[in-house]
Each structure stands twice: as C-alpha cells, then as structure tokens.
C-alpha cells in the first residue's frame, strides 16, 4: 500500500515563531496535495490544495501568508506555519494523493505557547 | 457544494450489540471512503466503496454504498471493545479532488 511519512509527530513552540512540516510519500509520487486540520472533537477541515510546481490554493478563511505550503517535489510536500499563536494550535495531517487512493500522514499535534 | 452528514454523531453501546453509522452526501458521487480514528492518531483506512450496491466487510465491520439514495451504512456486528474509536466516513467529488468528511461519529463500546 502507499506509505506516508510526516514529521514531526508532536511539536511545542513559543509565539511568534514558525513550524515546518514535512510530509513525504515513500513509494508514490504525489501529483496533488492536500492539508487537512482537525481540532479537537470535529472533523477534519481541509486547508489547502496544492500540485507539484504549482502555487496552492487555499480554502476560505485561511491566510496563505500564515500557511506556507511548498510542494517542490512529487515525494515531498511542506506546510509552514508562520508567526504562530495559540489559536492555531491543531492537529495537522496530510494526504497525498497519486492514483493510489487516499492515504494519510501520521499527523503533527502543533501547541502553541 | 457537497455536505456530508453522518448520524449518530455519538454512539455508546454495550459489547454484543450490533449498530449501524449512517453516512447521507448530497451530490452525485461513486466514490465513498470509511476511516477509523483513534485518539491522538491519524486515519485508518477502512474501506473504499466504489460503486453502487458495494458491500464490503472486515472482521464486525460491513460497509455498503447506494449511489442512488446518495447513503452509506456502516454496520457494526456483536460489538466489541476494540472498536470504541471515531468513524469517518468522506466523499470523492470527481476523480482525485479532495475529499469532504463527515462530522465523525464517537462509538464507545462498553463492556
């Protein structure tokens, strides 16, 4: 079946600073992109979209200057998030996708504090 | 804009029971997916229902698809412990977009 990488699992920051998290696709090539984020007790709510060598797209009501999401590569996708606050503390996962169905990453519990 | 509405959004049942998640998308699609979450976790896949009139079972676990009632059930047999966990249930809108979830539905199995 198709494997996802994402790191990291967990990570704690102070405000103001930024994260960066890294998703890669071990045995496909990821044609399309997709960043998901999940707070605690809803569903998973997609962020953005984004297709190797393309700029994303990004859903309504999210700062695509606060999300940087680089997709240089088929196998290897980055979400940044910049400037951070307590307020985007989340549950961040990604899902590849290349004509192997839908698979997801591990996940990064981002805190904020 | 398709919507995705699952129900029961909260489910506690006791061990041998059986129950069944329903899973209602408002536009056209062939294509409807199950995960399992477990806390703290990402998704699990569970099945992939890919056309009309699909049944697919793992272990107490049946999922089936109508296209044409736009309505996925997931059916849960002699309900166990181990299955206490979030099920979603997501919907492909045309080949390879993005996938639109459901509210997810909290089943606790009580012993």
């Known amino acids: 079946g198709a494997v996802v990488s994402q790191h990291p699992s967990w990570v704690i920051c102070k405000s103001g600073t930024s994260v960066k998290i890294e998703c890669r696709s071990l045995?496909?090539?990821?044609?399309?992109m997709f960043w998901y984020r999940q707070f605690p007790k809803q569903s998973l709510m997609l962020m953005a979209t984004?297709?190797?060598?393309?700029?994303?797209?990004?859903e309504q009501g999210v700062e695509k200057d606060k999300f940087l999401i680089n997709h240089a590569s088929l196998t290897l996708s980055t979400l940044t998030v910049t400037s951070a606050h307590p307020e985007d503390s989340s549950f961040y996962i990604c899902?590849?996708?290349?004509?192997?169905?839908?698979?997801f990453g591990s996940g990064t519990r981002l805190t904020v504090v | 804009e398709l919507k995705v509405e699952q129900n029961p959004l909260f489910l506690s049942m006791q061990e041998g029971k059986n129950y069944t998640i329903y899973c209602n998308y408002s536009?056209?699609?062939?294509?409807l997916y199950w995960y399992r979450q477990d806390p703290g976790k990402s998704l699990e896949s569970l099945f992939v229902?890919?056309?009309?009139?699909a049944v697919k079972q793992e272990g107490r676990l049946m999922a089936s698809l109508d296209t044409k009632a736009r309505l996925s059930t997931l059916h849960i047999t002699a309900a166990v412990h181990d299955l206490s966990a979030t099920y979603f249930c997501?919907?492909?809108?045309?080949?390879?977009?993005?996938?639109?979830f459901g509210e997810g539905t909290q089943l606790t199995v009580n012993p």
């Open positions: 899902n590849p996708v290349g004509g192997r169905g839908y698979t």
């Open positions: 984004s297709n190797e060598g393309s700029k994303a797209t990004y």
């Open positions: 997501a919907v492909e809108g045309t080949s390879g977009s993005r996938l639109t």
């Open positions: 045995d496909f090539q990821a044609t399309t």
């Open positions: 229902l890919l056309s009309n009139g």
């Open positions: 536009t056209t699609s062939d294509r």
